[in-house]
């Protein structure tokens, strides 16, 4: 029987060995180490990156409640030097870093990588962090959420373009792809919503021919971050029980409005960046961020500091708190703070601020009618699914992220209900969502860049040319 025992062991062994004799198998896992690696890097640097946003966010509320006038200085400033990171190291570093990536996914190809280059790197990396935290730090309406996509898309990409020549070829397409969902996963700690936005928003490509590289470093980049920041619901365990037959009906009303004021908010950015643009001279850039400053920080002196900052404070409060009606304002004040915040140019995201529009949208409207707790957070979570579809247009998405970050499963129905329905009323403002047109606007962009340097470099050639022809 021993015999029998050892015999099976060995028997195992050889064939493990042949396995990793075979030149196929042997692929395999030199592709899938590149993921592997990128997917703990990128866990690291999210938690890094958490714990220096919430320190960041930290400074605003200790000056607006010890020394709140200090805000007309420290917010300007901030700004400022935000906006000045990013258009002096960085130019494409700006904004929320998910049409970055979705551009870089779209124009990856040959003799492009150039041009990727300038939508995803270490440089666009160090920038994005500094210029979000900044602007954290100042008060603005901003997430780390879109940033930590741009982020964990340029740390793929960098191992890729680290991998020597011999190394079996691993897509490009892929690992950004792949980044951007492991980004998310580790910044909300929600695996799913990874996946459902890497299919969902990231890729038009057929999904399982990296659907193995996808999952597995979706997993690991989460485990990177729950290896330091512990297990943990971005949001917690809200009360949904005994809910009211009728409360579809409420779902519906929340979705129609946050859809409408999701999709509106993003046309709004739109035009004002449209505006921006015909700025001739940096000075003109200079007096609309700091009266953005100062108008955001007027505003929370005077009116209330829940413009202020990326909303989480409003969801947590409204969820888990017997203060759960906003006033009628406050999903005037989450809309506007993000479009204060968001056009100014500097770095930061829009999936926070826009949860927490949503949020308060949905709590607003839960006070109309005086409804129950468990009525009330269905409607907020339903609010926060349908403003972040208005803005997305990706409401499986928007649905599954709201769905783990409270690990209330009891009511994914009513969640992509929400979601189809937002996505549909959407369509009413704008066709496109607010980062199809920016991933437009930045391909365009990069395409004018290299026409400007090839016209640069004809220029040269044909001077040195010339200088050639005058001394023959």
């Not at 459902?196 to 193995?212: G, M, R």
Request: a positive charge; hydrophobic letters at 50%.
């Amino acid at each position: 029987m021993l015999n029998n025992f050892l015999q099976r062991i060995r028997y195992y062994f050889k064939n493990a060995f042949d396995r990793l004799n075979n030149q196929g198998y042997k692929n395999s896992i030199l592709q899938a180490i590149p993921f592997w690696g990128a997917s703990i890097i990128t866990g690291l640097i999210a938690v890094i990156y958490t714990k220096l946003f919430l320190l960041a966010e930290s400074v605003t509320r200790y000056v607006y409640h010890e020394h709140a006038w200090g805000l007309f200085i420290l917010t300007p400033m901030f700004f400022l030097l935000a906006w000045w990171t990013v258009v002096r190291y960085a130019p494409y570093a700006r904004g929320s870093g998910i049409p970055q990536v979705v551009a870089a996914i779209q124009i990856t190809g040959p003799n492009k990588d150039s041009q990727v280059s300038r939508l995803l790197s270490i440089r666009v990396m160090l920038v994005k962090i500094s210029s979000s935290l900044i602007m954290a730090a100042g008060g603005a309406a901003i997430g780390r959420e879109g940033p930590t996509i741009q982020i964990a898309a340029s740390v793929f990409k960098k191992v890729n373009d680290l991998l020597p020549v011999w190394w079996p070829k691993v897509a490009k397409k892929n690992m950004i792809i792949t980044g951007a969902a492991a980004g998310l996963a580790a910044a909300f700690n929600t695996p799913l919503g990874g996946i459902v936005f890497a299919i969902e928003e990231l890729t038009k490509t057929h999904f399982s021919y990296f659907k193995t590289a996808i999952f597995s470093s979706v997993i690991i980049a989460g485990l990177a971050a729950q290896g330091i920041l512990g297990p943990y619901l971005y949001l917690g365990y809200p009360k949904i029980f005994n809910l009211s037959g009728y409360i579809f009906f409420g779902v519906i009303l929340v979705a129609v409005i946050s859809g409408l004021l999701g999709s509106a908010m993003s046309k709004i950015i739109l035009v004002i960046l449209k505006w921006k643009s015909s700025f001739k001279f940096t000075r003109h850039h200079i007096l609309y961020i700091g009266g953005c400053a100062l108008i955001l920080s007027a505003i929370a002196i005077f009116i209330s500091s829940d413009v202020l900052g990326s909303g989480k404070e409003i969801m947590q409060t409204t969820l888990f708190s017997e203060n759960r009606y906003v006033n009628w304002y406050t999903p005037i004040l989450r809309i506007v703070g993000p479009i204060l915040s968001f056009t100014t140019g500097a770095s930061g995201g829009i999936f926070a601020p826009a949860l927490a529009s949503g949020a308060s949208i949905g709590s607003m409207v839960s006070g109309w009618f005086q409804l129950s707790e468990a009525n009330t957070n269905l409607l907020i979570l339903s609010g926060m699914v349908g403003f972040l579809t208005g803005v997305t247009r990706s409401p499986f998405t928007s649905a599954i992220l709201v769905l783990e970050m409270t690990n209330r499963h009891s009511v994914i129905f009513h969640l992509i209900l929400a979601g189809m329905i937002s996505s549909v009323v959407s369509l009413l403002i704008d066709k496109h969502s607010l980062y199809d047109h920016l991933k437009v606007q930045y391909i365009k962009d990069l395409e004018a860049e290299e026409s400007r340097e090839n016209e640069g470099r004809s220029s040269d050639e044909k001077h040195k040319s010339s200088n050639l022809y005058g001394k023959d």
